[in-house]
């Protein structure tokens, strides 16, 4: 069980702990950013989705699809390949709690953000494709699972906001124009929904030309998902990883799904064959919850609209359309705008590594002084998130530099009640693997003390 400790003084060694228990679990699993949201702009969302101006891909379609497929503008799209607008309106506002297994069902809002490739065309060899169908299968099945009781393939599909096939693209007649406007306004709120949205970001470099965080719309896509989802909710996948053959380690029973029917009619006989299958002890959302914990994305700090205006017009990052710059500058300080008055938490925890059966292995996140400076403009400067009253940094690596960057940002911010400091774990027999550990006692004792002066609570996180 996961125990906070509260002081100003740091603990000498942070104890060793066994099993993971749910507690723990919730702890340490996700990298997110904690907060209290109001479904405001979940509900904006779905009226643009309802009024067809953004569409959201047939995830089922998609995978029907052969393998030379490639990936075809809106306005040449079957109309089958679509989700119909009622049931992607649907989709954004439908609850994901299961009240009988006390549990959470996936999303069904896929959105990607990933590199276009080539001006013309975002992906014409169909690498991105062939890793968005990889991580699709994992995602239907999951969803498949958590409603079992569900035959229609309206409840069990999955919706896909892919930009090149969701929004009108070029040569646009003037009826497009003005739908591709209204559907832009309905991006950000896609992106950045806490629950009900499922980012996934295709990073790497996956033609030798073309790096992920070289894009500023990828820098954007990542920001605006970055500041309020669950870190189950943005995952990233840089390369296709090999299929691997894996016995289950579990009991297992066999059902019957009320669904299979949608899988076979889609030609998805593979992921029909696996949902005949469940383990009888571990939820049936086991194999899922695995695989968002290890793709979870590194998670950044967020970014204050000034910082971002700044990056977008820098030569840090490219615009395929220059004339983007700034209309995306102005949608992420609109959303930013209205996240400062939801933001209450913030938490960086340790992210989940690739491990053996028996061990979990977590590593801390390392950032440069010059992350550590955005998340103090974030949460000090006028127009930052000035509402966050707990700040936690327990899976972060905290460096002198970044302590002492932090310390002046922080007095400044005027609703900060409490800090969650790192400590280096010490592995504990039997228990998790804490790796890529690099907590300088000189950068917690300063920060703690210039917090201490400024009457903000230090808590440290260890474990009995």
């Not at 996700?30 to 959201?56: F, P, Q, T, Y």
């Not at 990073?203 to 070289?214: A, F, L, V």
């Not at 998130?385 to 400044?412: F, H, S, T």
């Amino acid at each position: 069980q996961a125990i906070l400790a509260q002081g100003s003084q740091a603990p000498s060694s942070a104890r060793p702990f066994g099993p993971l228990g749910p507690q723990l679990r919730s702890l340490m699993g996700c990298g997110c950013g904690s907060l209290v949201l109001s479904d405001d702009m979940d509900s904006e969302a779905a009226k643009i989705l309802r009024r067809g101006d953004l569409r959201l891909v047939s995830g089922l379609w998609l995978l029907s699809q052969s393998e030379s497929y490639r990936v075809q503008r809106l306005q040449e799209l079957p109309r089958e390949a679509l989700v119909p607008p009622r049931d992607a309106a649907a989709m954004m506002l439908e609850s994901r709690c299961d009240e009988h297994r006390h549990d959470e069902h996936p999303p069904r809002v896929l959105a990607l953000s990933y590199r276009w490739l080539t001006p013309e065309h975002p992906d014409p060899e169909g690498i991105q494709l062939e890793k968005v169908r990889h991580f699709l299968k994992s995602m239907v099945e999951a969803v498949f699972r958590s409603r079992g009781e569900e035959s229609a393939r309206a409840k069990l599909d999955i919706g896909i906001l892919w930009d090149y096939m969701s929004l009108p693209q070029h040569p646009r007649s003037e009826s497009e124009k003005d739908v591709f406007s209204r559907g832009l306004k309905a991006i950000n709120r896609v992106y950045g929904s806490k629950e009900r949205t499922l980012t996934l970001q295709c990073i790497g470099d996956p033609d030798g030309s073309h790096p992920y965080h070289k894009s500023g719309w990828c820098r954007f896509e990542e920001a605006v998902s970055g500041i309020g989802k669950q870190g189950s909710l943005l995952l990233a996948v840089e390369d296709r990883p090999k299929d691997e053959e894996t016995q289950p380690t579990h009991a297992c029973r066999f059902i019957i799904h009320p669904g299979l029917a949608v899988l076979e009619a889609h030609g998805l006989d593979d992921i029909a064959t696996r949902l005949g299958s469940e383990y009888s002890r571990l939820s049936p959302q086991q194999d899922w919850k695995e695989l968002c914990s290890k793709a979870s994305s590194a998670r950044l700090p967020p970014v204050h609209p000034e910082d971002m205006a700044r990056l977008l017009r820098s030569d840090e990052v490219t615009f395929t359309n220059k004339s983007d710059v700034e209309m995306v500058i102005e949608k992420y300080r609109d959303f930013f705008r209205k996240m400062a008055d939801r933001v209450t938490r913030l938490a960086f925890d340790h992210r989940v590594l690739p491990g053996s059966e028996k061990t979990q292995c977590y590593g801390k996140i390392t950032w440069s002084p010059e992350q550590f400076r955005l998340l103090g403009r974030a949460l000090g400067d006028e127009g930052g998130l000035q509402r966050c009253g707990y700040l936690g940094l327990g899976g972060v690596n905290l460096c002198e530099a970044g302590a002492r960057i932090l310390a002046e940002a922080l007095a400044k911010a005027d609703s900060l009640e409490e800090v969650l400091l790192p400590t280096e774990i010490v592995n504990g027999f039997c228990g998790p693997v804490i790796e890529n550990q690099s907590v300088e006692p000189a950068a917690t004792s300063l920060l703690s003390q210039k917090l201490a002066e400024c009457s903000i609570k230090v808590s440290w996180a260890h474990w009995a």
